[in-house]
């Protein structure tokens, strides 16, 4: 496509208040949400035409489907937009609301789809679990039902013409003021005190926030933020193929006679999607032996690969075509009339990076989307949130670039990527740990964990012990594909939580992040930031960070060593979203320094830990819950924490990396037995312990997500979050957070499991599990306010199951007597 001379463009704005980098779907929502937020002072720079990447190949599919509550939230926000935005903005869209069709061939398929169907309809969204009869009869004549188990309908699923989507959000934009410069490629960034420079071919623009939108391009983009903090994008580009057939005689009858395009269907066991494209059909598969490019030097990253495809290569798809041509017979009708392979970018979990860039100051990420259509609406309202208000409206942590941090490297993201295309579709169980990228990040126990039968998992990077195993159980892939709480670990952690129950247990818990704040007006700043109070020195507690909405940021242990001289620890994933939050506007003379890579921690825990730990020890073990000391452990200089997460006596102690493995070791020679994290998180339920991202997000309020004994609203200090924290305390929480015994069966509530009171959804389960202690079915939760007193019932894989409300958030040991020991 010939570029016109530089002469007949309009001139390019020499400031702009946000400067976007790319013009595909994502970048101009982005525009277009901006200028419903008012800002409209917003340049979008692209270097070709709109649409040039991978926004004019794509197969505008648009699926409100998710196993992520947050990625649901947002395609559910795309497609309402987009069934009104023709008519909102005065342009033309060939928008196709037919439905689609989801096929199951397994109980364990059916469980998943009804899980997601309970999750859509707590955010309003019908979808429909049938048995496959009734979707051949109601939806789709032409389904051959050989091996289906069910068949999920969803009436507003639907797709899109990419590029009008495009040009519509774009009129939209401009029309409220914002501009785009087409044919004005960027080329650089630089600083200028506090302003953003982006150069480009045609001159410089200042601005104040510049967002990375650049698509297949973005990794290239982001070497350019590297001088200012910046990273190596967790990226990799794949190959996607789909095939369009010549016109077929039934479907130009259907749409002659509906008025309506034939649903979708997509098979996630098969691993493709069919749709009608006009009166052909669309077959686009995700194959297993797929193929990355632009990842090695003999095939390099052209400086422009604007409008261009790969070479065809159908043989990757053959069993695909042939299994489809099973399904669904009238696709073998006709012939093929074009062959579609395109560059699609992947992140290692196939979810997009939309966000703040880590490291970088004003500057953003909106890219890797794999499935940028169904997605470009919902993106663009999140980074305007993101960009006008500081933070989503939603919890959209599963999108936030800051989830990866430096184990996260090209080799990672290549091998994640291609692990993540070849199952796309592919079931999450909650035992299952995929096996790709694995061993980046390793505690100096690995090798002796793996000796005593560790089945490892990734948090954060860091390989942690999930279970323990011994010699004949069964440890194969095959064993974790289920959602049923029995499998070959059950007996194995039922074990090993009574070992800490009766005994001792010892769990490696590497990977902590943890970040040492010191200097002059260290405690008066971080009283500042937190919403409760600080330890006295030689203790420690919990401390809770809110947004400006009274909303829970992040949760950090502070252990206080002198007056103005703190550790903070908080979740491994949680390392550089935390170091960002604490950085952020530093005082002169406090210094904060990142220690996560430098130590490493055990918890020894159980009602013999200090019997196992005083021989070994010299320390103070009669120091109380809550405490901490410096001393040595087995000769090695340790730091000791009177804590458990297990909630019993005991320590987490930490040392140096090279001093950790002879700790390690004394106290398994004493005879503590070691266990994983699921029994660690089967305790942590018990006692109605809460993770961040998991049962504390940005969802709620502190008062909602029941952390209200950690809130000083009387305080001196006017933290973040504390005017709207004093409105709710007048007025009450909208919702509170409960314990709930629940009649289970075979399953656990998911998180997200829908809570129902009567016939009405009233909140969410946020984490559960099979409590060893007690013997129940345990679900930390947040409901509605006014349900806590009405008989209440869970959804777990479309079961409502009966629920009762425990009295106290600790099912054991509430009085915290074994802690206290």
């Not at 009129?171 to 004005?184: F, Q, V």
């Not at 950085?583 to 921690?601: F, Y």
Request: net charge negative; proline share 6%.
């Amino acid at each position: 496509m010939a570029s016109p001379n530089a002469e007949t463009l309009p001139p390019l704005p020499s400031t702009a208040r946000v400067v976007i980098i790319g013009g595909g779907a994502v970048g101009v929502s982005t525009l277009y949400h901006l200028a419903l937020e008012g800002w409209t002072d917003c340049l979008l720079l692209e270097k070709t035409e709109l649409t040039a990447g991978s926004t004019w190949h794509a197969a505008g599919k648009c699926p409100n489907f998710s196993t992520s509550a947050a990625v649901l939230r947002m395609q559910a926000y795309s497609t309402a937009l987009y069934r009104e935005l023709a008519d909102r903005v005065d342009y033309p869209m060939n928008y196709h609301v037919s439905g689609a069709l989801r096929l199951s061939h397994s109980k364990e398929r059916t469980q998943e789809f009804q899980h997601v169907q309970a999750m859509a309809r707590a955010q309003g969204v019908e979808m429909d679990v049938l048995p496959p009869e009734e979707a051949y009869d109601t939806h789709y004549p032409y389904l051959e039902l050989h091996d289906l188990h069910s068949v999920m309908w969803d009436a507003t699923d639907g797709d899109n013409d990419p590029a009008q989507l495009t040009q519509a959000l774009a009129k939209g934009a401009r029309d409220l003021g914002a501009k785009i410069a087409r044919y004005t490629p960027a080329i650089g960034v630089r600083r200028d005190g506090d302003e953003w420079v982006v150069e480009t071919e045609r001159g410089e623009v200042r601005c104040d926030h510049v967002v990375n939108a650049a698509g297949y391009y973005a990794a290239r983009v982001a070497e350019w933020f590297k001088p200012f903090g910046g990273r190596s994008l967790p990226m990799v580009v794949m190959s996607h193929q789909y095939m369009l057939t010549e016109e077929v005689t039934e479907l130009k009858d259907w749409l002659s006679e509906k008025g309506t395009k034939m649903p979708m269907i997509r098979d996630p066991d098969s691993s493709y999607y069919l749709r009608q494209e006009k009166t052909g059909m669309n077959l686009g598969p995700y194959e297993r032996n797929c193929k990355a490019h632009w990842v090695d030097p003999s095939d390099p990253m052209p400086q422009d690969f604007s409008f261009q495809l790969y070479p065809d290569d159908l043989d990757r798809l053959e069993w695909y075509i042939e299994d489809a041509m099973a399904r669904v017979p009238l696709l073998g009708t006709s012939g093929v009339s074009r062959v579609i392979n395109g560059p699609i970018p992947y992140a290692p979990d196939g979810l997009p990076l939309i966000g703040p860039m880590p490291g970088v100051t004003n500057a953003y990420e909106a890219c890797v989307f794999t499935f940028g259509i169904a997605q470009a609406g919902g993106a663009g309202k999140l980074m305007a949130d993101w960009i006008v208000h500081g933070q989503p409206e939603w919890d959209a942590w599963p999108l936030d670039p800051r989830r990866y941090t430096g184990y996260a490297d090209a080799d990672y993201a290549r091998v994640k990527g291609m692990e993540v295309y070849g199952h796309e579709y592919a079931m999450h169980f909650p035992h299952a740990c995929w096996p790709a990228g694995r061993d980046k990040r390793l505690s100096p126990n690995h090798a002796t964990l793996l000796a005593e039968g560790a089945q490892m998992g990734a948090y954060g990077g860091w390989e942690r012990a999930t279970w323990f195993a011994r010699t004949g159980d069964d440890t194969t892939w095959e064993s974790t594909q289920t959602w049923d709480r029995a499998g070959p670990w059950k007996a194995r952690v039922a074990e090993e939580c009574a070992q800490v129950r009766d005994h001792a247990g010892i769990i490696d818990l590497t990977g902590f992040s943890r970040f040492r704040l010191s200097g002059d007006g260290a405690a008066e700043w971080l009283c500042g930031r937190i919403a409760g109070a600080l330890p006295k020195v030689g203790r420690l507690n919990l401390g809770y960070f809110a947004d400006q909405r009274g909303r829970v940021e992040t949760e950090m242990s502070v252990t206080r060593h002198g007056e103005d001289d703190f550790t903070l620890t908080t979740a491994a994933a949680a390392e550089w979203h935390d170091w960002e939050l604490l950085s952020r506007d530093m005082p002169a003379g406090v210094t904060l320094t990142n220690r996560t890579e430098q130590s490493s921690t055990v918890l020894l825990t159980g009602p013999a830990a200090r019997n196992l730990l005083g021989p070994l020890a010299e320390a103070d073990l009669m120091q109380p819950w809550m405490s901490h000391q410096f001393g040595t452990v087995a000769g090695q200089e340790a730091h000791l924490a009177r804590v458990s997460f297990a909630g019993e006596l005991g320590w987490e102690i930490q040392a140096d990396r090279d001093g950790l493995p002879a700790i390690y070791a004394a106290l398994r020679k004493a005879g503590a037995q070691p266990f994983g994290m699921y029994a660690l998180d089967a305790m942590r339920i018990e006692k109605g312990y809460k993770t961040w991202k998991g049962d504390l997000s940005s969802d709620y309020t502190l008062f909602e997500a029941g952390l209200e004994r950690f809130v000083r609203l009387d305080k001196v200090q006017d933290f973040p979050g504390r005017q709207a924290l004093l409105k709710e305390k007048q007025v009450g929480p909208a919702k509170t957070s409960l314990t709930l015994v629940v009649d289970a069966g075979p399953q656990d509530a998911l998180p997200m499991s829908p809570i129902w009171a009567g016939d009405e959804i009233v909140g969410e389960a946020t984490s559960s599990t099979w409590g060893h202690r007690v013997g129940q079915s345990i679900a930390l939760g947040v409901v509605r306010a006014d349900a806590v007193s009405e008989p209440l019932t869970v959804d777990i894989f479309g079961q409502r199951r009966p629920a009762q409300v425990a009295s106290t958030s600790a099912l054991w040991d509430p009085e915290n007597l074994r802690l206290r020991a």
